[in-house]
């Protein structure tokens, strides 16, 4: 906005002796003494700011509460009017003169030169044969009017510039301190396997984009989208871009910046995108307010490809004030995910992985005495009986659960315990094992010896 302030307050001896001079105030910034003619004459906005004013007045002031680019921007607009018409236009400058020219409407051919707004508009047509630096520099200045852009498909065609390099540049980096900034830790987000790969040759642009604003960040990844950009590329750069602002971010920015993460993510094909990356995401959406809708949508990422898991990503402390020492809850909701959102889909290989992981899983908890015999069940049933070949290890998980919970088992627990063995599927070892085991119940144990005569009698009649 821009208003007119009529003082009488200072009295300057240049204005004193000029009635043209016009003192300016650039958003605080600064103040300029101009030539309120010339100015008038290359801005439509300030000759119709000026033919409202009656008669002469010394004390004539004008005040920019958010002028486009602040001060700098302004004296640059000086030059180019006092210039007559002329004014060196630079990837530095091209973006806060474009945004200014409108701003002041400098859409008036003067003296036979284009206007200062078919300059920039001209400019902006090399910026195909910019350099990367030039184009960053553009980038860094642009973030900073996006609200003043009076053109959204120039703005566009800037960043479709902007991406396009990158899709151009993939085997080898423009510069060597790019490369060298971005291929430093990923921490998880790329897989060991092709982290080679695209740390050498796709991932030289990480560091450089590092410094976006949100804003500006999601217009990226719309535009990386939308150019069809490696989703592996992509979701790299997002946990990156996580990692780098998050640290020292506010709680609300924090989780401004998460959930878009989570929002991008959840538009990419779910096999590119790096499963320990989520669990952290996860980790570090526990002590935020983050909406239902974004920790749905990272559950389901999650869960629809948990066979990409491992056990150190499944230890989840659980949450502040309970007492149980892992989020089991949140390990059947993906369970659940797993197997009702990928149902179609899903080969048994990938079951068959989930069903090892979630029995690794279940050793892991069953020494916690604060594990109830429900959520155990729960846990140790979560899986279909055909997607697991052997007990052997559900078998070592009860009997570490029966032994710390054998004080405050009844027997009707233990046995609903025991019912989930297939002994059938149990070991030759693991079955006389669970005959000596004192804290088996009775029932258990007639079911175990019935099974080894079975065994037994079944070798004796093969050979």
Request: charge should be positive.
């Amino acid at each position: 906005m821009a208003s007119l302030v009529l003082t009488s307050s200072w009295n300057h001896p240049l204005i004193m002796q000029n009635f043209c001079l016009l003192e300016v105030d650039v958003n605080g910034q600064e103040i300029f003494l101009v030539d309120k003619t010339i100015l008038a004459s290359f801005s439509g906005r300030l000759r119709k700011l000026f033919s409202k004013l009656t008669g002469k007045t010394r004390r004539l002031k004008l005040i920019f509460d958010k002028f486009p680019g602040g001060a700098d921007c302004f004296e640059h607009i000086v030059k180019f009017c006092y210039n007559g018409g002329r004014i060196k236009i630079t990837p530095f400058n091209m973006f806060q003169l474009h945004c200014a020219a409108n701003y002041l409407e400098m859409n008036q051919e003067m003296q036979g030169r284009p206007s200062l707004v078919e300059q920039t508009i001209s400019f902006f047509e090399k910026i195909h044969y910019m350099t990367w630096s030039e184009l960053i520099i553009g980038l860094k200045n642009c973030q900073e009017l996006i609200f003043f852009m009076p053109s959204s498909s120039l703005l566009q065609e800037f960043l479709d510039c902007v991406v396009g390099r990158l899709e151009l540049h993939y085997i080898s980096s423009p510069c060597a301190s790019s490369t060298d900034n971005s291929s430093m830790q990923f921490s998880g987000d790329i897989s060991t396997e092709s982290r080679g790969i695209y740390t050498c040759q796709t991932t030289w642009w990480f560091a450089d984009l590092g410094f976006l604003k949100l804003n500006m960040f999601k217009m990226i990844i719309n535009t990386m989208i939308s150019k069809k950009l490696d989703h592996h590329v992509v979701s790299s750069f997002l946990f990156y871009y996580k990692r780098m602002n998050c640290p020292n971010a506010s709680s609300v920015k924090k989780c401004r910046i998460i959930e878009t993460v989570i929002k991008f993510l959840y538009s990419l094909d779910s096999n590119f995108i790096s499963i320990r990356g989520l669990f952290h995401i996860l980790q570090a959406s526990f002590t935020l307010k983050m909406s239902k809708c974004s920790i749905g949508k990272l559950e389901y990422l999650i869960g629809s490809q948990l066979d990409r898991a491992k056990l150190d990503d499944l230890l989840v402390p659980s949450p502040a004030g309970e007492k149980i020492a892992y989020n089991i809850n949140l390990i059947l909701r993906l369970l659940d995910t797993f197997l009702s959102t990928s149902r179609e889909k899903l080969l048994m290989y990938q079951v068959k992985k989930v069903v090892e992981l979630i029995d690794l899983y279940i050793i892991e908890v069953a020494p916690d005495p604060r594990l109830k015999p429900s959520k155990f069940l729960a846990l140790a049933m979560a899986m279909p009986d055909i997607a697991r070949e052997s007990y052997d290890n559900i078998y070592i998980a009860i009997d570490m659960y029966l032994k710390v919970h054998i004080n405050v088992l009844c027997e009707e627990e233990k046995i609903k315990i025991c019912c989930v063995l297939n002994y059938e599927k149990l070991s030759e070892e693991t079955l006389k094992e669970i005959a000596q085991n004192e804290n088996f119940p009775a029932c258990a144990l007639v079911t175990v010896q019935n099974r080894l005569r079975y065994s037994v009698t079944r070798t004796s009649n093969f050979s």
